[in-house]
Every structure is written in structure tokens, then in C-alpha cells.
């Protein structure tokens, strides 16, 4: 997966995720992508994805709890 595929699929999660839910969808793709994370930086996908700066942390955060939790669906 490309940096420019993992920003798509970002922007696709961050602009459909239901009113209040934005945050919580980046803690997903954190989630899910934990391990194509692991070759690109959070902020660069952010950046790539036309996104506030800021929610590279969530991101990051999400990339964390991959190790402890796994996604029903």
C-alpha cells in the first residue's frame, strides 16, 4: 500500500464517519492500518490526505491500541 492509498482510504473514513465520530474513525484507521503505518509517518499520511496536522496524533494513538485490541468488522 502507497502513502497516497492510505490517504485516500484516511479522507474516504474522515469525510463519510458519522457527525462527532471523525476522531473515533481515525483511532480506527490507526487500527487498521497499524501495520502499513509502520513505513510512513502519521503526520505525512495526514499531510497527504489534506487533513488537519493535529490528527496525526490521533492516528498515532490508534496505531497504538492495535497491539491490544481487534476490530469486529
Known amino acids: 500500500m ?3 492509498d492510505l490517504a485516500n ?3 474516504k473514513m474522515y469525510d463519510t464517519a458519522p457527525k462527532n ?3 473515533l474513525h481515525l483511532h480506527l ?3 487498521k492500518y497499524a501495520a502499513e503505518l509502520s513505513r510512513f509517518s502519521p503526520a505525512s ?3 497527504t490526505a489534506g ?3 493535529s490528527y496525526g496524533t490521533e492516528i498515532n494513538k490508534g ?3 492495535a497491539r491490544y485490541v481487534e476490530l469486529k468488522r
Do not use: C, D, Y
Request: proline share 5%.
Open 2 to 4: 502507497t502513502i497516497q
Open 9 to 11: 482510504e484516511l479522507r
Open 21 to 23: 465520530e471523525q476522531v
Open 29 to 31: 484507521f490507526g487500527i
Open 45 to 47: 499520511v495526514v499531510a
Open 51 to 53: 487533513i488537519p496536522r
Open 63 to 65: 496505531r497504538n491500541l
